[in-house]
């Protein structure tokens, strides 16, 4: 199990055939209200450690802009 706080960007790489992922929200989902960044954005620098081709991507994710093109209504306070 992990927790992601809602409002946290988040994503997940099954390594397995046929792995099921099941996620709970605090919200019906919205399409308004849905947004993501690249999963592959080089500002990243994540080594992912496998073929990116392999991959299975929804249409959706695929077009999906870098972190920095975002505009975030998010704003980080600092630590309390």
């Given at each position: 199990?992990?927790?992601?706080?809602?409002?946290?960007?988040?994503?997940?790489?099954?390594l397995e055939p046929?792995?099921?992922?099941i996620y709970k929200v605090t919200?019906?989902?919205a399409p308004a209200n849905d947004h993501g960044?690249?999963?592959s954005?080089?500002?990243?620098?994540?080594?992912?450690g496998f073929d990116p081709e392999?991959?299975?991507l929804s249409d959706k994710d695929?077009?999906?802009?870098?972190?920095?093109e975002i505009d975030s209504p998010f704003v980080w306070e600092g630590a309390a």
């Open positions: 199990q992990l927790l992601v706080p809602a409002g946290f960007g988040h994503g997940y790489l099954t046929g792995t099921e992922v919200q019906p989902y960044f690249l999963w954005d080089p500002d990243l620098a994540i080594d992912w392999a991959l299975v695929r077009v999906l802009p870098r972190l920095a």
